[in-house]
C-alpha cells in the first residue's frame, strides 16, 4: 500500500468526450507524474506536476492535460476521447528530491466506446 | 535513446531461483528500477539501484547492474506462488522521468 489514491477504479466513456482522472498523493510527496499503461505494454510517461507546474511532458497530445492544487493532488484531463485512449491510467508520486522514485497507485481503467 | 527490453515470459518452479534480465539504452540513467504488478494493480516499487551500484540485496531479492553492458537482472530466490505477476524493468530518464519495459510475466508453478 503505497497511500497513492486514485479515482475512479473503473470509467466508460465514448469517443468524443472528455475525461478527468484524480490523484491523491502519498503524504509529504509533493511531486505527481502521470503514465498511460496500455494493454499488454508498459507505462508510457504522460507528464509530471511539481509545485503547481508541468515539469516535464511526453510524447503525448496537447489533448491530454493536467492541473496539480496546492495540496499536491492532481488532475489528468483528456479531451476529445479516442478509442486508442483505452487504457490504465496510472499516477505517482515523489518527493522533490527524488523524483524518480516514483509510488504508485492502482490506476484509473478507462474504457473508450 | 530510451528503449528497454526484457523477455516476455518466465517460468519457474516453486522453491526456485527466478532471474530476470533486462537491457537498457540511456547511459546517463541514474536509477535502474524492478517494478512488480499483479493482476489488475498498480505497480509496486521492489526496488531500485543507483547507476554507481554493482549490487544491492534486499532479502530474496538481488539486483546485479553491469553499466558497460547496460544489462539489469532481477534475481529472486526461493520462489513463491504469490510471486506470480508481471515484472518491469525502468530506467530514469532525467531528473522526473521513467522509461519501462513491456514487462515479463513471471508464472510460478507447484
Known amino acids: 500500500e503505497t497511500g497513492v489514491t486514485q479515482s475512479p477504479t473503473h470509467l466508460i466513456k465514448t469517443r468524443g468526450q472528455q475525461v478527468t482522472l484524480r490523484c491523491s498523493s502519498q503524504?509529504?510527496?509533493?511531486?505527481v507524474s502521470w503514465y498511460q499503461q496500455a494493454l499488454g505494454q508498459g507505462p508510457q510517461f504522460i507528464f509530471q506536476y511539481y509545485r503547481e507546474e508541468e515539469n516535464g511532458r511526453g510524447n503525448f497530445p496537447p489533448r491530454f492535460s493536467g492541473l496539480q492544487f496546492p495540496n499536491y493532488s492532481s488532475e489528468l484531463n483528456v479531451n476529445a476521447l479516442e478509442l486508442d485512449d483505452s487504457a490504465l491510467y496510472l499516477c505517482?508520486?515523489?518527493?522533490?528530491?527524488?523524483?524518480?522514485?516514483?509510488?504508485f497507485g492502482a490506476g484509473t481503467r478507462l474504457s473508450v466506446l | 535513446g530510451e528503449d528497454v527490453e526484457q523477455s516476455l515470459f518466465l517460468s519457474v518452479r516453486e522453491g526456485d531461483s527466478s532471474v530476470i534480465n533486462c537491457t537498457y539504452t540511456?547511459?546517463?540513467?541514474?536509477?535502474l528500477y524492478w517494478y512488480k504488478q499483479e493482476p489488475g494493480a498498480g505497480l509496486q516499487l521492489l526496488t531500485y539501484?543507483?547507476?554507481?551500484?554493482d549490487m544491492k540485496q534486499d532479502q530474496r531479492l538481488t539486483v546485479l547492474l553491469n553499466k558497460k553492458d547496460k544489462h539489469l537482472s532481477l534475481r529472486i530466490a526461493d520462489t513463491q506462488t504469490g510471486d506470480s505477476a508481471i515484472y518491469f524493468c525502468?530506467?530514469?530518464?532525467?531528473?522526473?522521468?521513467?522509461?519501462f519495459g513491456a514487462g515479463t510475466t513471471v508464472t510460478v508453478r507447484a
Open positions: 540511456d547511459s546517463s540513467s541514474t536509477y
Open positions: 503524504s509529504g510527496h509533493n511531486t
Open positions: 525502468a530506467e530514469s530518464i532525467g531528473d522526473y522521468k521513467l522509461s
Open positions: 539501484i543507483f547507476s554507481n551500484m
Open positions: 505517482a508520486s515523489s518527493l522533490s528530491s527524488a523524483k524518480n522514485i516514483q509510488y
